[in-house]
């Protein structure tokens, strides 16, 4: 594997379920990100992790639930959702989480939420 | 509030010309500037990026940069078809704020 991965790349869920999201990055990173991206609106940044510490929150709703267990892996968990949830999910990740403004992110490609 | 603003387009342009795509932004503070390009379905890859005023080429791509006008634009010469997608101005005084994208058509 290389790049950004993620993991499902579609998911339908109810809004009483509970389901996660998964990326890996393997470029050797050490800040990894989520973003929602819904139609004619531009990418919305939801977290940020920098050496596995949430570094931005952007006043997400609480049934988003995100986990670093380390500079490689971040999770989204999600429960309750609404559909207005339903979107593109993008994970990124980038060498050192903004503090350098020379700081690039690459993306993986996403996961396709539908939330019924 | 930082803003990023792009025409949404549709921009569209005959194989082999020029597109212009522009950006603006509301953040003084902003030191560096992206292109991302999303075809549909996709996720956003990296085109380039510019950090000083002025003009940055790469291949078939030219960034320039005005930051006393808090203006960035892309240029894609000989445009090819493949080259249709959405363009996404991205602009960083600390975490990524991007624009809504300006769509690309290029017209065969």
């Known amino acids: 594997e290389t790049g950004v991965t993620q993991t499902p790349r579609h998911l339908v869920m109810g809004m009483t379920n509970k389901k996660s999201l998964k990326c890996e990055q393997h470029?050797?990173?050490?800040?990894m990100y989520w973003y929602k991206q819904s139609a004619k609106k531009p990418l919305e940044l939801m977290f940020v992790y920098n050496f596995k510490e949430q570094t931005e929150n952007n006043s997400v709703p609480s049934r988003f639930s995100p986990e670093c267990p380390n500079s490689s892996h971040l999770f989204l968990h999600l429960h309750t959702l609404q559909p207005e949830d339903s979107a593109l999910y993008l994970c990124a990740s980038s060498q050192d989480g903004g503090t350098l403004s020379t700081d690039t992110q690459y993306f993986g490609p996403g996961t396709r939420l539908t939330v019924l | 509030q930082k803003e990023v603003e792009q025409n949404s387009g549709p921009l569209s342009v005959p194989e082999g010309a020029i597109a212009s795509l522009n950006c603006t932004y509301s953040?003084?503070?902003?030191?560096?500037f992206f292109w991302y390009r999303q075809y549909s379905g996709k996720s956003p890859e990296l085109i380039m990026f510019i950090y000083s005023n002025g003009d940055k080429e790469d291949g078939r791509f030219t960034a320039q940069l005005n930051k006393a006008s808090q203006y960035v634009s892309l240029l894609i010469r000989d445009s090819q078809p493949s080259d249709s997608a959405t363009y996404l101005c991205?602009?960083?005084?600390?975490?990524?704020?991007f624009g809504k994208g300006t769509k690309l058509s290029v017209i065969p």
């Open positions: 953040d003084r503070g902003s030191q560096s």
């Open positions: 470029l050797g990173h050490n800040a």
């Open positions: 991205a602009v960083n005084p600390y975490q990524l704020t």
